[in-house]
């Protein structure tokens, strides 16, 4: 993701993009303006679809990254809801009510 935010695409989505692009076909004429146009069309091409592939890649590594941390947090859940279970089963009903009044 760094690599993508610096502007500097992996080598996975530069060939990619190059796939993705049509060739340049030059025209038969001589002229220097037309064929140095088609080349800037060609290279903003490019660059269009080098930037959706990184966008894409972006949402990719986010998605894998939320999933990661959903877990995470879904294990630390059932670790404190173990540890209350517990802890509570130790107390009695009037010292419950007392915690729950005073955080309450």
Known sequence: KQRILC?????????????MIIPWTFESTQDNRIHQQQIEQGDKELQAKMTDLMVQSIIEVEHKKIYENEELLNKELRRISVYNQATNEGLTESMLDIINRRFN
Request: aromatic share 0%.
């Open 7 to 19: 502007n500097k695409p992996t080598q996975m989505i530069h060939d990619k993009s190059l796939t």
